[in-house]
């Protein structure tokens, strides 16, 4: 059983920046892929980011590229979400998820997580 705790939410202007902290409980963390999901009011839940077991592979939505960077620090059993230059489309609950990781294999859709968090807000004023 993994369980994950989302930080770092907030409100923030355009143009600014956050980080986001993913702390999962339990052993073994290296053995999950872990991603970054989104859900703005009104919208289905979107991928945003997601990075390998051992951190070496990641993959963005194309939405975000350049300006989110998702890591993992295997020795804190932490990940982390860096927003920079954030714009008002960007506000949403974000949230952390685990996937049984095959490899150095990264994960975009929402039925390859098993495990996920409470989400965090995040909002972006104009």
């Known amino acids: 059983q993994v369980q994950l705790v989302e930080s770092g939410g907030g409100l923030v202007q355009a143009g600014g920046s956050l980080r986001l902290a993913c702390a999962p409980s339990?052993?073994?963390?290296?053995?999950?892929?872990m991603g970054w999901f989104r859900q703005a009011p009104g919208k289905e839940r979107e991928f945003v980011a997601s990075?390998?077991?051992?951190?070496?592979?990641?993959i963005y939505a194309d939405s975000v590229k350049g300006r989110l960077t998702i890591s993992r620090d295997n020795a804190k059993n932490m990940v982390y979400l860096q927003m920079i230059s954030l714009k008002p489309e960007d506000t949403a609950v974000y949230y952390c998820?685990?996937?049984?990781?095959?490899?150095?294999?990264?994960?975009?859709?929402?039925?390859?997580?098993?495990?996920w968090g409470q989400g965090t807000q995040v909002t972006v004023s104009s």
């Open positions: 998820a685990a996937a049984l990781g095959n490899g150095d294999r990264t994960y975009k859709q929402t039925n390859s997580y098993y495990y």
């Open positions: 339990g052993r073994a963390f290296g053995n999950y892929a």
């Open positions: 990075i390998s077991r051992t951190g070496d592979s990641t």
